[in-house]
């Protein structure tokens, strides 16, 4: 039942071309009482214990293009609801991820346990996330100037050069481990005049800013306000751009319109051993690279690493959230979802632990770039597929 309908519009005009009409279902009536220039609804009337579903669209045109953006829990004893839908002054290349639950992982393609994806409910507090990945140029400004100021990243024992590498300058870096890259996160935030969130102990006493240490939750100061790699919740949050239940952050199939992965279609290779339905790519290159002889094709309109920014974003506005390089996570490996509040993960064991990717990239295929799939590997793995963004806390 529709039972609340507003448009902001007009607030900023710098914001004109990203007006959205907002409304809000769920069991019971309530109404809209305010949209507030700071991008806030204040709206009334909910079912205590219940959850609201807003929905969005930018034009009332037809007024079927509804599409689910955020899930705000309800909880008891609230008669008068605030919540932050969107911000029109995000800090700069980022967005606004609103507050509020999802449902983590899906059962679309079953649940088996090499999938790891069984769906749980997951609430994530609102942050902001690097619209873009990581780029090439982005990551050598850091670095450049965190080897100056006392930061010590990953060095060939042979030729002593750093590994980092770009296709080119507004492409996304890869070939980046975990440590270096939660490194050049405290690096931006010093850079920026923010306070690093990682330290290399519990007592947040000593910032991380050399060698590889498996750091634990209690090493990152959660509420600060410098920039950290998003959690697996925060990340699938954010991929999913709003939308529940889909296997990719526009929808369940996927064209080389949309992404930068490897295509192997159902349609074009019935016999393939990891050939989709829901791939839609429509050529297919044989490549030698693949020794399993099926076939498989590197995406014609940018084979291997894609410009960041690319293909069209999801209802977030965030690019490459599926394909282009995988992306770090915070998150230690666990076998089955973090559901409940803001979760970060299992705490890592005493030996060299793995950290979670996910996003999927140009090497892989359909199945990897999946909303919900989920990947693993050891945290000094740099591979030329691996990327990452930033995301930032933000104050409640």
């Not at 490897?262 to 044989?286: K, Q, W």
């Not at 409940?340 to 140009?362: E, K, N």
Request: hydrophobic share 35%.
């Amino acid at each position: 039942m529709i039972i609340g309908l507003a448009l902001l519009a007009g607030v900023h005009q710098a914001t004109a071309q990203e007006a959205r009409f907002f409304r809000i279902s769920g069991p019971a009536p309530t109404a809209i009482i305010a949209v507030n220039p700071d991008g806030t609804l204040v709206w009334s009337n909910a079912l205590a214990g219940t959850t609201y579903t807003v929905q969005t669209m930018t034009s009332l045109s037809g007024g079927t293009n509804w599409v689910d953006y955020v899930q705000l829990p309800v909880p008891d004893g609230q008669g008068v609801n605030t919540n932050q839908v969107v911000d029109f002054n995000p800090p700069a290349g980022m967005a606004l991820i609103p507050a509020g639950s999802f449902t983590m992982g899906d059962t679309l393609d079953g649940t088996r346990p090499e999938y790891n994806n069984a769906p749980v409910t997951a609430y994530v507090s609102a942050f902001y996330m690097d619209v873009n990945l990581v780029s090439y140029s982005q990551w050598q400004q850091v670095y450049n100037w965190a080897t100056n100021h006392g930061y010590g990243f990953f060095q060939n024992p042979v030729n002593g050069a750093y590994t980092a590498a770009g296709k080119a300058a507004n492409h996304p870096v890869q070939t980046v481990d975990w440590y270096d890259c939660v490194k050049w996160c405290n690096a931006r935030s010093e850079m920026a005049g923010r306070t690093p969130v990682y330290y290399t102990t519990g007592a947040q006493t000593m910032v991380y800013r050399t060698s590889d240490i498996d750091l634990s939750n209690e090493c990152v100061n959660w509420t600060g306000d410098g920039y950290r790699l998003p959690t697996e919740a925060e990340w699938e949050k954010a991929a999913r751009g709003g939308l529940s239940g889909q296997r990719f952050p526009w929808g369940d199939t996927i064209s080389w319109s949309q992404a930068n992965y490897t295509g192997d279609p159902l349609s074009l290779d019935p016999h393939g051993v990891e050939a989709f339905a829901y791939d839609l790519a429509t050529a297919i290159d044989r490549d030698p690279a693949f020794s399993d002889g099926d076939s498989a094709g590197y995406n014609p309109n940018s084979p291997y690493t894609s410009p960041v920014g690319y293909f069209a974003p999801n209802g977030y506005g965030l690019y490459d959230m599926a394909g282009n390089v995988e992306e770090w996570c915070w998150d230690v490996e666990a076998w089955t979802y973090a559901g409940g509040g803001d979760p970060h993960g299992p705490q890592p064991p005493d030996v060299s632990v793995d950290r979670v990717i996910r996003g999927g990239s140009w090497y892989w295929r359909a199945v990897e770039c999946r909303t919900a799939h989920r990947w693993n590997v050891i945290a000094i793995t740099s591979d030329n597929d691996i990327g990452f963004r930033c995301v930032l806390s933000k104050g409640q």
